[in-house]
């Protein structure tokens, strides 16, 4: 069982690592990074919940940019 578990971690890395290597991948990285750039701004903030909307939005925002550095991370631990 270990190995197989072993196999689809290797397989779903490897996966992972095909989607950063993408030209749309990087695309879409510096669009979020612009949208990052937004939503970080706190003048456009006039309420509590504006306030919590936008740091929802910046969390999944960095949550996305940083899968790129996480899974590189994640590959060299594993050493796969």
């Known amino acids: 069982m270990q190995t197989q578990l072993d196999d689809q971690t290797k397989q779903f890395y490897r996966a992972r690592q095909d989607l950063i290597e993408q030209d749309g991948w990087r695309d879409l990285v510096e669009e979020l990074k612009n949208l990052?750039?937004?939503?970080?701004?706190?003048?456009?903030?006039?309420?509590?919940?504006?306030?919590?909307?936008?740091k929802g939005q910046l969390s999944i925002l960095r949550q996305v940019i940083a899968l790129e550095a996480t899974t590189k991370q994640a590959v060299e631990e594993l050493d796969i």
């Not at 990052?36 to 936008?54: C, Q, T, V």
């Open 36 to 54: 990052e750039e937004i939503y970080n701004k706190l003048d456009s903030i006039e309420s509590d919940k504006d306030l919590w909307f936008a």
